[in-house]
C-alpha cells in the first residue's frame, strides 16, 4: 500500500459508494492489519492527500470529497456528494463524468442557487468565486479555508458579505475560469498512479490558468501544498 493506490481507493469509494471507506475496509482491501492501514492514512495525510478526523483515522475530506455535511451538494444521477467547497465542488463534477447540479447558498448564507453541468459545458456562468485565504496558508486550516471558498453573483456581493462578516476579501474569479482551472486540478485524482501536485506543478497551473496576484502566489522553496 502507498500514497497512489490508497487515494484511487478513497476517490473510487467516494464516486462509487458516495463515503470514503472505513480504516478496517481498507485494512481488508489492502490485505493488511488495521493499524498498517491506519499507518498509510496518517502519511497519506501528512502529504495533504487526505484529512482525517481529529482523535481518529477516519477520513473527513479527500479533495475534492467530503464525508462531512456541507454548503455544496453535487448530484450526478442517483449520486450525491458534498463538496467542500465551490472549487471542491466544481471537481466533483468532473470526476463524476461532466454532467451534475451543484446546488449551493451564495455566500453560504444568502439566496440558494443550482449550476448546471451538462457533458463538460458549464451552463450557469453568472456568478463568481472567491478565494479569501492566500493558498500559502491553504493547509494551515484547511477545513476553514475550503468553508470560505464560496460562491456569489458578483464582486459587489463579495463586497459586501466580507463587511459584513468581518472576511477580508481575496481574489475574485468568474466561475468559468475556477471551472477550467477545476478540470485540471482534479483531472488525475481518480487515478491509480495519482501523487499530490508539487508546489512547483501547482505554481504552473496557477499560470496557465492566469491565477496571479497574492492569493495564488507560492513559494518555490515550500516543501508540499
Known amino acids: 500500500m502507498?500514497?497512489?493506490?490508497?487515494?484511487?481507493?478513497?476517490?473510487?469509494?467516494?464516486?462509487?459508494?458516495?463515503?470514503?471507506?472505513?480504516?478496517?475496509?481498507?485494512?481488508?482491501?489492502?490485505?493488511?492489519?488495521?493499524?498498517?492501514?491506519?499507518?498509510?492514512?496518517?502519511?497519506?495525510?501528512?502529504n495533504h492527500?487526505?484529512?482525517?478526523?481529529?482523535?481518529?483515522?477516519?477520513?473527513?475530506?479527500?479533495?475534492?470529497?467530503?464525508?462531512?455535511?456541507?454548503?455544496?451538494?453535487?448530484?450526478s444521477g442517483d449520486r450525491k456528494w458534498w463538496g467542500n467547497c465551490a472549487w471542491c465542488s466544481l471537481g466533483v463534477v468532473h470526476l463524476a463524468g461532466g454532467s451534475?447540479?451543484?446546488?449551493?447558498?451564495?455566500?453560504?448564507?444568502?439566496?440558494?442557487?443550482?449550476?448546471?453541468?451538462?457533458?463538460?459545458?458549464?451552463?450557469?456562468?453568472?456568478?463568481?468565486?472567491?478565494?479569501?485565504?492566500?493558498?500559502?496558508?491553504?493547509?494551515?486550516n484547511v477545513i476553514y479555508t475550503c468553508s470560505v471558498q464560496l460562491l456569489f453573483r458578483d464582486e459587489d456581493q463579495?463586497?459586501?458579505?466580507?463587511?459584513?462578516?468581518?472576511?477580508?476579501k481575496g481574489d475574485v474569479r468568474p466561475i468559468k475560469q475556477v471551472w477550467d482551472f477545476a478540470a485540471e486540478w482534479y483531472a488525475r485524482h481518480a487515478d491509480a498512479d495519482w501523487t499530490k501536485w508539487t508546489v512547483h506543478q501547482a505554481i504552473e497551473i496557477f499560470a496557465r490558468h492566469h491565477l496571479t496576484g497574492p492569493i495564488w502566489k507560492l513559494s518555490e522553496e515550500a516543501t508540499r501544498f
Open 158 to 168: 463579495v463586497d459586501e458579505w466580507c463587511s459584513i462578516r468581518g472576511i477580508q
Open 100 to 140: 451534475a447540479i451543484i446546488e449551493t447558498r451564495l455566500g453560504a448564507i444568502d439566496d440558494q442557487v443550482t449550476i448546471e453541468i451538462e457533458n463538460g459545458e458549464l451552463l450557469d456562468t453568472d456568478y463568481v468565486v472567491h478565494f479569501p485565504i492566500p493558498m500559502k496558508q491553504a493547509w494551515d
Open 49 to 75: 492527500g487526505v484529512v482525517l478526523h481529529p482523535n481518529s483515522d477516519e477520513i473527513w475530506i479527500a479533495h475534492p470529497f467530503s464525508a462531512a455535511p456541507t454548503t455544496c451538494v453535487v448530484t
Open 2 to 46: 502507498n500514497d497512489a493506490n490508497l487515494h484511487e481507493a478513497i476517490i473510487s469509494s467516494f464516486l462509487q459508494h458516495q463515503r470514503p471507506p472505513k480504516v478496517l475496509e481498507l485494512a481488508k482491501r489492502f490485505n493488511c492489519k488495521e493499524e498498517e492501514a491506519r499507518i498509510a492514512l496518517r502519511t497519506l495525510a501528512d
